[in-house]
């Protein structure tokens, strides 16, 4: 079964940056839908980003400050994130499309505070 790992998180002061890493148990370049989501306390989980071979979609909160992008070399997708703010905290997820399964990671924290 194909698992995704999540990591990069931490705790960061507002205006700096993170980048998170996703990387699969299996040949990542076999996933045709990618993304991260994000959950913060006590709300939903919310889709941040998508990554197609078409193109990348980004929700408006986050559009020009954070970047999504695959690097099949080493087998990762990375979320750059720039100019945080302290609602940016939250639980960051990944997910994978590999053709008939979604599959989701245990999540990564980003923190923001002062």
């Known amino acids: 079964q194909v698992q995704v790992v999540e990591s990069g998180g931490g705790l960061v002061q507002p205006g700096g940056s993170l980048r998170l890493s996703c990387t699969p148990s299996?040949?990542?370049?076999?996933?045709?839908?990618m993304g991260w989501y994000r959950q913060r306390p006590g709300e939903e989980r919310r889709w941040v980003t998508t990554?197609?071979?078409?193109?990348?979609t980004y929700a408006n909160g986050v559009k020009g400050r954070f970047t999504v992008s695959v690097d099949n070399a080493e087998n990762t997708m990375y979320l750059e994130m720039n100019s945080l703010k302290v609602e940016d905290t939250a639980v960051y997820y990944c997910?994978?499309?590999?053709?008939?399964?979604?599959?989701w990671g245990l999540g990564t924290q980003v923190t923001v505070s002062s």
């Open positions: 299996t040949t990542i370049s076999s996933a045709t839908n």
């Open positions: 990554i197609m071979k078409s193109g990348t």
């Open positions: 997910n994978m499309y590999f053709g008939t399964t979604w599959v």
